[in-house]
T-cell receptor
């Protein structure tokens, strides 16, 4: 079945650093979504991508829809302490009914602050 | 603009019991999807409700059932609870089943 592979699994950041993470799949996606989840909370939608090659920003966050439609990237510039959390990529699943399929998620990239 | 709300926030049950979780979608949304998130994992799709009917279902047993009301709010019911049902249950809403979904804060269920 479809799977989304996120890397890295975890990373430590120092305030002010830029952060990059990615999400890959063996299947083609027509939408990529990036969410951030804080402990004990629901995922919050950060960026939605709908077209191959699309580059979209939301403040210090920038995400790209890969040309092959099998990957997506999220960059955070000049990180701050509140960027800590788990970042999930997600895409519509073909397992559950086709074009309006529900979302499958990667396992997340956990961002922590360097001690 | 009211976001997705869920109740209760936390719940403790024992094995074999039944539980009902509730969700109100974001204002203007008509589709509700339910997800289960185990610790350290991404959310897993349970089912989706649109126009008061279950439109799609993930790989969850029939112990998991749901309902959508005319005001688009939804309930998730789980019967014969197992220890493995302990998880964060998330509700997400969208308009017309679109892929861009907005999540609520979740209900943390602990089964003892």
């Amino acid at each position: 079945g479809q799977q989304l592979n996120q890397s890295p699994q975890s990373m430590f950041i120092q305030e002010g650093e830029d952060v990059s993470m990615n999400c890959t799949s063996s299947s083609i996606f027509n939408t990529w979504l990036w969410y951030k989840q804080d402990p004990g909370e629901g995922p919050v939608l950060l960026i939605a991508l709908y077209k191959a090659g699309e580059l979209t920003s939301n403040g210090r966050l920038t995400a790209q829809f890969g040309i092959t439609r099998k990957d997506s990237f999220l960059n955070i510039s000049a990180s701050i302490p509140s960027d800590v959390g788990i970042y999930f990529c997600a895409g519509p699943s073909k397992n559950y009914g086709g074009s309006q399929g529900n979302l499958i998620f990667g396992k997340g990239t956990k961002l922590s602050v360097k001690p | 603009d009211a976001g997705v709300t869920q109740s209760p926030t936390h719940l403790i049950k024992t094995r074999g019991q039944q539980v009902t979780l509730r969700c109100s979608p974001k204002s203007g949304h008509d589709t509700v999807s339910w997800y289960q998130q185990a610790l350290g994992q991404g959310p897993q799709f349970i089912f989706q409700y649109y126009e008061e009917e279950e439109r799609q279902r993930g790989n969850f047993p029939d112990r998991f059932s749901g309902h959508q009301f005319p005001n688009y709010s939804s309930e998730l019911n789980v019967n014969a609870l197992l220890l493995g049902d302990s998880a964060l249950y998330l509700c997400a809403s969208s308009l017309g089943g679109r892929q861009t979904q907005y999540f609520g804060p979740g209900t943390r269920l602990l089964v003892l």
